[in-house]
């Protein structure tokens, strides 16, 4: 799946668990759930830190994962642990809250995760600056669901469910990982360092590698190892989410595969000159800013899960990435050659040591070789002349002068000027003679055979129409049925994936309008959690949300299809502001010289008057003399240009007999 905060490609709005400006729980959405702080907790042992680096850094050997957590196997579920409260439209709301003393991180491992049709998980920090999420029951992948990161030593995991289905909710958090290297935007007082010998990917020697900058991604295996890799692209041009990595990350599992959470775009946005002590430091930028969850295994062919050693295979290893990415990740899928040659000139992009994207440079001859032995020829020899590799970059791309991907990193030594030894893609091709040890089978699909393979961007679609005729078709003081019509996922073909559906809200104590108009408008609006999945193009639909009285709302709907391309604004062309009296707001502004206004709202539809009086009681003017909508605000423009200095009396009555007043100031 993907996560928190991306935005979509073309109409440039926000898109949760699919990513991002940051989702909003759904109990932060209402008035009347149990504080934060009263949800009950499960605190888990505390981590020694210290202890925990210098056990992983005493592991120097580069042809390892690269370790960050230390997970704890758990058992927690909605029907023994955490709080149930119901919500004002019957929806269920639970939450539970985890932690561990000494963490600098937190993500969750669940397992037996389906949830009931339209039920969404959340998972934040307790500030609610990270949150992940909404996941529904189709985002697991083999059963199970990952999460990425939440800086700090607290998690909250919130549930909301449908009326009448939380006996359907079957879900358990099977683990939890406590980090001990910080993953998050890193603290000025952050000790871990890269090598000062490595070089940004903003700096000028990779600005012709920028498509191959966009194909790598650093990613978490069970919630406690790093490894980078990267995309790659497929002879039927598909777009297919492949992503080649070293076998010795993964070890041939589909279990581990399942729990892969990738991080896309991490990477320092100037250029610190190599060498300097700068460059050596921490990254300052959000890992979790662009995620995705869960792969699915493709091929695998190394040593590492039978023998516990590299040599004699190339290790290396195919997911398929089981979510689709947003277009405006702006990621990339990397060409391939196979052949059996070894390189002029090479390059390779990482993530050392979990920090931010750098690039290598080799610019004399390779060698092909085995690993740490040269008597076969299942890898690629590097001896880099600018910038090195640290634990982390395994599984990272090797490129040839042609920008292909011709290897995997598998180890190598440690330091500056170092040796490398990369995988080869052309042992891999072939491999053991099966679907799942090849990588002819996914990489060349359609039977083509070709030794080469240019890369493209990751694929765009047709975007699609706005959601048709949306409006508001019931209100009460609680709740609003909102109705449209379904788009399509190509135009009016097809079926949307997901809709995103936000709003924004006025009060009587700031009674000014917030129509969502623009995309600027709709990123800062809103989110509203429970959303029906879009149906076939044509079908009528509809999403109840819950409201707070007195205050006014302003929906806006977009259709966003399976590539996560955004649809334009359908917008509600109203306010629905949910009262169970006749609401009328203070005048504004008050005192005032030319013209004031107020805002008049009833719950039912009502002959509404709204006279002028002066000081004395004389009537000054008939201001409004009209039926009025329902749960609608009906503003009442009031000119007081012509009107000497004074106090005034704006009565309002309801043809029932209900009567307000207000007072204006009229200053000259």
Known sequence: MVLSVALLGSCGVGVPASAQETPTPPSTQQTTTTPAASVPVKTLPAIDRAALRAEADAQTDKSRPYRFGKAIATDYSPDRDGTWEQLPSGAWLWRLRLRSQNAVSMNLGFKRFRLPAEAQLYVYGPDTEV??????????????????????????????????????????????????????????????????????????????????????????VDGVDLCTGSLINNTSEDGSLYFLTAEHCLQGSEEAAASMVFYWNYQHPTCRPPGGEESGEVTFANKSAQTSSGALLRMSYGNVETENQIAGKPDITLVEIDEPIPPSYGLFLNGWDRRDVAPSEAVSIHHPSTHGKRITFERDSTSITGFNNPSN?????????????????????????AQQTVGVLSGGESGCEIRDWYGRLHNTWNGGGTPDTQLRPWLDPIDTEPETVEGRALADDTIPPAPVNLSVEDVTSTSVRLQWTAPGDDGMDGTADRYLLRYRTSAPERPVDAPIETQDDFEVATQVSSVPSPAPAGTIQSATVDVSEDSSYYFALVAVDEVLNASPLAAVDRDVTPVNDLQVTAP?????????????????????QVRLYDALGRRVSLLLDDEIDPYRGTTVPIDVSSLSSGMYFARIRVADGRTQTRKISVVR
């Open 131 to 220: 949150v992940h999420g909404p996941y529904r029951s189709d985002d697991a992948t083999n059963g199970q669901l990952w999460t990425p990161i939440v800086p700090g030593n607290e998690a909250v995991v919130e549930l909301k469910v449908p009326p009448r289905t939380r006996s359907d909710v079957s879900v358990r958090i099977e683990k939890v990982s406590r980090g001990f290297r910080s993953l998050a935007t890193a603290s000025k007082q952050a000790r871990s360092k890269a090598r000062a010998c490595n070089i940004d990917v903003a700096c000028p020697q990779a600005d012709p590698w920028q498509d191959q900058v966009r194909s790598v991604g650093l990613y978490s």
């Open 377 to 401: 020829d299942t890898h690629i020899r590097v001896d880099w002349d600018e910038g090195t590799t640290e634990r982390g970059s395994s599984g990272s791309p090797l490129f040839n002068s």
């Open 588 to 608: 504004a502004p008050n005192p005032a010289r030319d013209q004031t206004r107020l805002r008049v709202v009833t719950e039912e539809r009502r002959r509404v």
